[in-house]
């Protein structure tokens, strides 16, 4: 018997014979590190019968009621214990779905679920019933540990940090305990993260994009002191052929962890040369020259929100993003990104050693993978600096992005800059308040930024459309049906913002606008200076539309032209760090990678869309850092050590991926506005 696998009258060996003498007439329970569980199961065939001899001899139609219910309970009983559930792992991401998570429930307590929801809620109730059947499958079998317990635990765990919350939940049958999330957070952490899991399609990976910024957290919640550093990245990638994002990551396996595991699993940093050799190399990369002479002669194209605006004259048209969302309808574009997250370094992103170890790491598992080109990853303007000097001086074959959302919000304090004392704040006090506007003209609320400026800048524009004389109104005219027959075949045809370069009626308008401000910049400084101001806005809008469609020539172009602004503005790290960057992306560029880049997967696209590119250093705060900044700190709960400290940052990447995987699955966002109006309704489309 030892040469067939199996021990006399061991544990495995009953087990065999047991389910070839009782074949569909036993259950047996393997419950992790305790006692299994053998019962005889009660066929639908033996309940029915002896549920009809006892329903014959009542007479009252209550007591038939109640014969009737236990019937039916006994027969969703039955199926709940029947059902096979894996005991030695949890799950993986990729089960995170309603369709995955319902199909864990049995039919007969399925049925009975949809059943009992009113015929008159029209909305898909498919999560609850999968969230409130697998609650009844746990009471009916304690040993039995439902994934939407497991995962309502860890969401409310890692928002709130409370261990009071998740035991409270727990206690009315919503959650799993505050001992569960425990041991899966120490099970999460010494599993292993890497892009092993991608070798079987890495034949078929386009788009591969990485990114990495700091990461602070506050160690003591009350006070707020004694934070903690780190450096955080992910990375994305496109299946060719395929239109969604798939994960493709193995279960997460249940086991015993011990402390020193946690301690011995963490990431291993690449110590890189510090001090004053570091500081020596900062100050020779520093030398790009960069000519700028040629930028302060060009054109800035602004045709397409000229174009709304003058169309606005005859019918009310949707701002300058739903517009182009309309337009792009049936524009190619690459697909839609998979994000995954890479481990944590508990490192500060300052040091050169956390820089040089994500650098070195992305390069290995590119390698690994055996992935065409070279690793692209993209950075804030502060690390951008740093990586660019490790780079070179380690001469690591990646390519670096400097962070286009950080340097637009440089680009919106360059503008508030150069526009002090003008009136534009108190223009925009009219709409916002003194402390808004205050972030506005600095950059740092960057949404409203947006709007405030969009708006101030279609005022403008409607201003310089009425001083007009009569007779170029023709002109408009003839530009107003180009943009209404452009909507009208918005589903038909492609559209790029430059080919507005070659319509004739649109080159008709632009001479006359320009020709008015010619007129009016003579009369008056403060007329030119808002002219300037309304070519930034556009400038702005050329960056936008690029990043949003992936169009990478005219993003470089937009940076060439927001260049003057942001060094006149006396912004010098975005200066010195966006000629830097403008001068590798001409001269150190490799044919591969541009390639791929002059087909838009310089981007990442988080929804399925042509006009949906997001920066690499965008996605990222969207991403990871959206969940690593919560409110509960690190100690919130817990206490702070080497153990505790390790426990949370090696998690971090399958707690984050767990909480992006529930929030498509339950279609909550983070943010409130996202979950009480949709961005892809007409109506919202047409009010932006």
């Known amino acids: 018997m030892e040469d067939e696998g199996v021990q006399p009258y061991g544990t495995q060996y009953f087990k065999e014979k047991l389910e070839s003498r009782f074949e569909g007439q036993i259950m047996i329970a393997n419950r992790c590190g305790k006692t299994s569980v053998v019962s005889f199961c009660k066929t639908a065939e033996f309940i029915i019968q002896e549920h009809h001899s006892k329903f014959s001899t009542l007479q009252?139609?209550?007591?038939?009621?109640?014969?009737?219910?236990k019937a039916a309970c006994e027969l969703i009983k039955t199926d709940i214990k029947s059902i096979d559930h894996d005991?030695?792992?949890?799950?993986?991401?990729?089960?995170?779905?309603?369709?995955?998570?319902?199909?864990?429930?049995?039919?007969?307590?399925?049925?009975?679920?949809?059943?009992?929801?009113?015929?008159?809620?029209?909305?898909?109730?498919?999560?609850?019933?999968?969230?409130?059947?697998?609650?009844?499958?746990?009471?009916?079998?304690?040993?039995?540990?439902?994934?939407?317990?497991?995962?309502?635990?860890?969401?409310?765990?890692?928002?709130?940090?409370?261990?009071?919350?998740?035991?409270?939940?727990?206690?009315?049958?919503?959650?799993?305990?505050?001992?569960?999330?425990?041991?899966?957070?120490?099970?999460?952490?010494?599993?292993?993260?890497?892009?092993?899991?991608?070798?079987?399609?890495?034949?078929?990976?386009?788009?591969?994009?990485?990114?990495?910024?700091?990461?602070?957290?506050?160690k003591v919640t009350l006070t707020g002191e004694d934070v903690y550093h780190g450096l955080g990245s992910i990375f994305g990638y496109i299946i060719s052929g395929s239109r969604s994002g798939k994960f493709y990551q193995e279960a997460i396996p249940r086991r015993k962890v011990s402390s020193s595991q946690i301690l011995q699993g963490c990431l291993k940093t690449k110590v890189y040369p510090g001090g004053k050799e570091f500081q020596d190399i900062l100050g020779l990369s520093m030398t790009y020259n960069f000519n700028t002479d040629y930028i302060l002669s060009t054109t800035v194209p602004g045709g397409i929100d000229y174009?709304?605006?003058?169309?606005?004259?005859?019918?009310?048209?949707?701002?300058?993003?739903?517009?182009?969302?309309?337009?792009?309808?049936?524009?190619?574009?690459?697909?839609?990104?998979?994000?995954?997250y890479l481990p944590l370094i508990d490192l500060k992103s300052t040091d050169p050693s956390s820089i040089y170890t994500v650098l070195d790491f992305i390069e290995d598992q590119h390698t690994k993978l055996k992935l065409p080109g070279v690793p692209v990853i993209g950075f804030d303007q502060p690390l951008y600096k740093s990586a660019m000097i490790v780079k070179h001086h380690k001469n690591i074959k990646v390519v670096v992005i400097l962070g286009n959302f950080h340097t637009l919000m440089s680009y919106f304090g360059s503008i508030g800059n150069l526009m002090k004392n003008s009136g534009l704040a108190q223009a925009l006090q009219t709409v916002y308040g003194d402390n808004a506007v205050k972030y506005i003209l600095n950059g740092k609320s960057y949404e409203r930024a947006v709007r405030a400026h969009g708006l101030c800048a279609t005022a403008l524009k409607t201003i310089l459309f009425k001083l007009i004389p009569d007779e170029d109104w023709p002109a408009i005219e003839s530009a107003s049906d180009y943009l209404e027959e452009l909507l009208k075949n918005h589903d038909k045809t492609e559209f790029s913002p430059s080919s507005l370069d070659s319509v004739p009626a649109l080159s008709e308008v632009m001479e006359i606008i320009e020709s008015k401000r010619e007129e009016l910049a003579a009369k008056s400084p403060v007329n030119e200076l808002y002219f300037q101001y309304i070519d930034m806005y556009d400038i702005f809008l050329m960056n936008l539309h690029s990043e949003r469609l992936g169009n990478w020539k005219r993003y470089i172009h937009s940076l060439e032209l927001m260049f003057p602004y942001i060094a006149a503005a006396g912004h010098r790290n975005y200066t010195k760090s966006l000629a830097m960057f403008l001068y590798d992306m001409e001269n150190n560029l490799d044919e591969h990678t541009r390639t791929a880049f002059e087909n838009g997967e310089w981007v990442f696209r988080r929804t399925d869309k042509a006009?949906?590119?997001?920066?690499?250093?965008?996605?990222?705060?969207?991403?990871?850092?959206?969940?690593?900044?919560?409110?509960?700190?690190?100690?919130?709960?817990?206490?702070?050590?080497?153990?505790?400290?390790?426990?949370?940052?090696?998690?971090?990447?399958?707690?984050?991926?767990?909480?992006?995987?529930?929030?498509?699955?339950?279609?909550?966002?983070?943010?409130s506005f996202e979950q009480s109006a949709s961005k892809d309704r007409k109506s919202r489309i047409f009010k932006d």
Not at 62 to 68: H, P, S
Request: include cysteine; hydrophobic fraction near 35%; aromatic fraction near 6%.
């Open 60 to 69: 009252s139609p209550e007591e038939q009621k109640v014969q009737l219910i």
């Open 611 to 671: 006009y949906a590119g997001v920066a690499l250093d965008l996605c990222i705060e969207q991403h990871l850092m959206s969940v690593l900044k919560g409110n509960q700190g690190l100690t919130r709960g817990r206490g702070f050590n080497e153990l505790n400290c390790q426990i949370w940052t090696q998690s971090r990447p399958i707690i984050c991926a767990i909480d992006a995987q529930v929030q498509e699955m339950s279609n909550v966002a983070l943010r």
């Open 87 to 218: 005991e030695d792992d949890y799950f993986s991401i990729d089960d995170l779905t309603t369709s995955k998570q319902l199909e864990i429930v049995p039919e007969s307590l399925r049925i009975l679920l949809e059943n009992l929801i009113s015929k008159r809620c029209k909305t898909d109730k498919s999560l609850e019933i999968a969230s409130l059947g697998q609650s009844l499958m746990h009471l009916t079998m304690n040993h039995y540990l439902p994934t939407m317990h497991l995962i309502t635990g860890i969401a409310v765990h890692n928002r709130t940090g409370s261990q009071y919350a998740v035991d409270f939940l727990h206690k009315q049958g919503y959650s799993c305990s505050s001992v569960q999330v425990r041991d899966f957070l120490r099970c999460a952490a010494v599993e292993k993260i890497n892009m092993e899991h991608l070798k079987e399609v890495s034949d078929n990976m386009v788009g591969i994009l990485y990114a990495a910024d700091n990461v602070d957290v506050n």
């Open 307 to 340: 174009l709304r605006v003058c169309a606005s004259f005859r019918c009310q048209q949707p701002q300058i993003s739903g517009l182009m969302k309309l337009l792009t309808t049936h524009n190619k574009y690459p697909g839609k990104h998979t994000i995954e």
